[in-house]
């Protein structure tokens, strides 16, 4: 699909389903293309981004942007696991307490 905004013009294309770092994503990309002098470029310039999206964690496991004015940027979920937590990670440690404070305000009866 191709859309034009001012000086500039975009396209957006979807993928078919990949797996990608074990997990069913669907990709896509998006380039807006900027027209020449638009930033005092002499020709016209892509700007392209690419996401990679996992419906199951709910999540771009992969964004890859592109611009000519301010260089690439990639986004990447490292380390992924898709197994359940040990849940020892959400228990307090043995030696924790709840201290209860009480403020007094001086001067008050």
């Known amino acids: 699909m ?48 690419e996401f990679w999206y996992s419906p199951r964690l709910g999540l771009n496991i992969i964004t890859k942007r592109f611009d000519p004015r301010s260089g690439s940027q990639n986004f990447i979920v490292n380390h992924l696991s898709l197994n359940e937590p040990d849940p020892r990670t959400f228990e307090p440690p043995a030696d924790y307490r709840i201290v209860r404070q009480v403020v007094v305000k001086q001067g008050t009866p």
């Open 2 to 49: 191709i859309h034009s905004r001012g000086g500039a013009q975009s396209a957006t294309a979807s993928t078919a389903p990949a797996v990608a770092y074990a997990t069913l994503s669907s990709g896509g990309a998006a380039i807006t293309t900027l027209a020449a002098g638009e930033f005092g470029n002499t020709r016209s310039e892509p700007i392209v981004k």
